[in-house]
């Protein structure tokens, strides 16, 4: 059955973000990626932590868990383990995954599971009403701050890039067909894929507003708004490792383009190898019989009705592995 965008939408759930937030447009942007790939809602799971984009998975209809702040990624790599057959979503604020859940950012890095994570990124800490987030730029004072921010920024794209994620994009909430196309790439490639989302919020960020990434206060000579954003795309940037020798040099160029911003904003994929093995091969490699059986499809309890996990088919093919 091939499925619509509307078909992932939850009925009758009102998604209770503020009039014109960005995370309307990641909602979008992931409904439309899910039903041009043919997927189905049985196939995925959606994992948030805490913040306003914690309720996306209410409002899609797959799947979902919304956990515990800055923990989004240890439940998604949990259940990617458990089960490698479903697409795993995990969806979070920059508060949540660059803040106190960094370490998990840098230790998924490591293991390169295939599965997907995006980063609503608004510089705020929107739920508790505009603190400064890791991504705010050292120097800016958004509407809550008593004070300009006294902390350098985290990058988001850079800290990808050298903690090993293997596909490292950004996209914008309010452009949702390159945002729609930007989550079907990740969710297509062979590894761990990072979006790094850019998303106003109007409520709590007037500095990094819609108005300001269409480039309204840059107007050209016939009055036409520049927008900051622009495509690496339709630049003829290729973010592609096709060979060990060329990893560094794209690593390089990745972090050099990632610095960008101000008048010139770069999305797109920056990086991308699939010549890294994923988390699930490598326990493939160790456990033959993983992929046909992993613990999600392991007895959990026995015939009398007691609860108990059966190792011993485990260990007897260990013994002979
Ligand atoms: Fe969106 Fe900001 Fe409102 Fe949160 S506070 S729902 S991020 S506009």
Not at 7 to 22: K, N, T
Not at 40 to 57: A, L, R, T
Not at 66 to 74: E, F, I, M, N, V
Not at 251 to 256: D, G, L, Q, S, Y
Request: overall charge neutral; some cysteine.
């Amino acid at each position: 059955m091939v499925l619509k965008r509307s078909d992932f939408r939850v009925p009758d759930v009102y998604a209770d973000w503020c009039p014109g937030c960005g995370d309307f447009g990641i909602m979008n942007g992931l409904q439309m990626a899910f039903a041009e790939l043919g997927l189905e809602p049985h196939q995925i799971v959606m994992v948030s932590g805490i913040g306003c984009s914690g309720k996306e998975p209410h409002n899609v209809k797959v799947y979902g868990v919304h956990t515990l702040h800055g923990r989004t990624l240890p439940f998604a790599m949990g259940i990617k383990v458990a089960n490698p057959a479903l697409e795993v979503i995990a969806i979070g604020g920059d508060g949540d995954g660059l803040g106190i859940g960094a370490g998990h950012f840098v230790n998924a890095g490591r293991r390169n599971l295939d599965m997907t994570y995006i980063i609503h990124n608004n510089g705020v800490y929107g739920l508790t009403k505009g603190q400064a987030s890791p991504t705010l730029r050292l120097g800016l004072q958004t509407k809550s701050l008593p004070k300009p921010n006294i902390n350098e920024a985290v990058n988001s794209i850079q800290l990808a890039v050298v903690s090993g994620f293997t596909f490292v994009a950004r996209s914008y909430a309010y452009d949702v067909r390159h945002l729609s196309d930007t989550i079907k790439k990740a969710i297509q490639h062979k590894g761990l894929a990072f979006i790094d989302c850019l998303q106003p919020c109007p409520s709590y960020n007037n500095i990094t507003t819609k108005a300001w990434y269409a480039g309204e206060d840059k107007l050209d000579d016939n009055g036409k708004p520049q927008s900051r954003l622009y495509k690496l795309e339709q630049n003829g940037f290729n973010p592609d490792v096709h060979e060990w020798s060329e990893d560094l040099e794209k690593k390089v160029v990745a972090i050099r383009k990632a610095r960008e911003w101000g008048d010139r904003i770069p999305i797109g994929v920056f990086y991308r190898n699939e010549l890294e093995p994923t988390f699930e091969k490598r326990l493939t490699d160790r456990i033959p019989f993983y992929r046909e059986r992993p613990p999600a499809k392991q007895k959990l309890y026995s015939e009398n009705g007691l609860s108990h996990v059966d190792l011993s088919e485990f260990m007897e093919d260990l013994k002979t592995s």
